[in-house]
């Protein structure tokens, strides 16, 4: 995918994660459109666009919507690094892969902007009414990420890896 499509893919997640999505939280939590981002753009691609795509949007999202100045884009390089990590193992095309990446990264993004906000800034929240709202980051997160998986799968992978389709050349 060519750069200025990534950047505008990105800063569409931010408009939207800013201001639209606010208005259909459910029990205050949103999906978090930047990191299935990152988790998808670090899973499909060979290149690091999602992680340099993740710290720069976090920096901004933090700057614009933050309460502290740089978490979310750590929190982001971690996930993209991970994920990127991941990818060397596990199957593209899956889909179940890219819901396994996704609970993962959903939960290691909010841990770590979790333990970063109350060791090192004392943030008010307990890790009980964290680990309640969990389940819908998850599931929300999941949703947002099958619907763009589907659609940039088909811009990656021109002909899958199907076990039953044989193709011959004669």
Known sequence: MKIRYAVLLFLLAFLFQ?????????????????????SIFSFLYEDNKGIVMGVVFGLLSDLCMGQYLGIAAMGYLII?????????????????????????????YNLIYYVISVFFFGSIYSFIYWMKIQPLYIIENIIVVLILYINLMKTIVKYRNDRYLIWKKY
């Open 18 to 38: 800013g201001t639209l999505l606010n208005l259909f939280a459910i029990k205050g939590a949103t999906p978090n459109l930047i990191l299935c981002l990152v």
């Open 80 to 108: 993209g690094l991970t994920v990127s990590f991941m990818r060397e193992m596990i199957n593209k095309e899956n889909i179940a892969s890219i819901i396994i990446v996704t609970i993962c990264s959903t939960i290691g």
